[in-house]
């Protein structure tokens, strides 16, 4: 009973590992409550060097419950842990036929990459805002956000198609991007700080037009230095510049 209750999973990345887990897990018990597997992770893996080296995630999952049909009984030796709370940001809900399509595309999406997932849209400061809610949202997310940041384009590029003047649609999970914009604004400190200790510019890591934008409105009330993009996309970044002593 022991090696049909726990299942290992690999994968590019924890989240993805997790779902291997999951997967197999509902193969074996077909109607598997998810909330039942109780995960450890045993390696976040490695990228290696140009893919030398390179290393999956490798993920545990053993059923804390199994399920009635399968004949069997509770496993009373573990708990399920509590789900953790979402501290992402209410927003006050959306109505009308723009939300509703929101809602109903980036589930479509959700479903597609394997996430059992819930979308909530509500009307942010300068427009939609579609916040995931669920498991395993480290899948969406990916790596420094690359892959939310891609199905964020494709809702808007499905839901505003034609509509050149529509405030762009903003997809969130588990408060990602309030976290990302304050590791960018303590990135630019950072860089500023070496440039002025050094004298020479100091370039980031390559991100996208939207960070690159929070990067320069975090420097840009500064005198003693001035930022600038360089390098062509995917691969652009922001050049932080000391500026010169005022004579």
């Known amino acids: 009973m022991a090696g049909q209750t726990s299942a290992e999973g690999t994968g590019e990345t924890v989240g993805e590992a997790r779902w291997a887990v999951t997967r197999e897990l509902e193969r074996r018990y077909p109607g598997l409550d998810r909330e039942a597997i109780e995960f450890q992770v045993l390696s976040e893996g490695e990228r290696g060097l140009m893919g030398v080296g390179r290393e999956p995630a490798r993920v545990l999952g053993r059923l804390t419950e199994v399920p009635v049909s399968s004949g069997a009984t509770k496993l009373p030796e573990r708990r399920a842990k509590p789900r953790p709370r979402s501290t992402t940001p209410s927003f006050p809900p959306a109505t009308g036929p723009e939300a509703e399509r929101v809602s109903e595309v980036l589930g479509a999406i959700c479903g597609g990459i394997g996430l059992n997932a819930t979308v909530v849209v509500g009307t942010g400061p300068a427009g939609l805002v579609a916040t995931v809610e669920g498991d395993d949202l480290g899948l969406l997310i990916g790596k420094h956000g690359h892959t939310i940041d891609a199905v964020q384009y494709l809702v808007n590029a499905i839901v505003l198609r034609g509509q050149e003047d529509a405030a762009p649609v ?63 996309e995917p691969a652009r970044c922001v050049v932080v510049v000391p500026s010169p002593p005022s004579e």
């Open 170 to 232: 903003i997809v969130d999970a588990q408060d990602y991007r309030r976290r990302r914009e304050t590791v960018l604004r303590e990135a630019a400190e950072r860089a500023a700080k070496e440039a002025c200790a050094t004298g020479r510019p100091v370039s980031l890591e390559p991100m996208s037009s939207a960070e690159r934008k929070i990067v320069h409105l975090a420097l840009q009330g500064r005198s003693d230095v001035a930022t600038e993009s360089a390098g062509k």
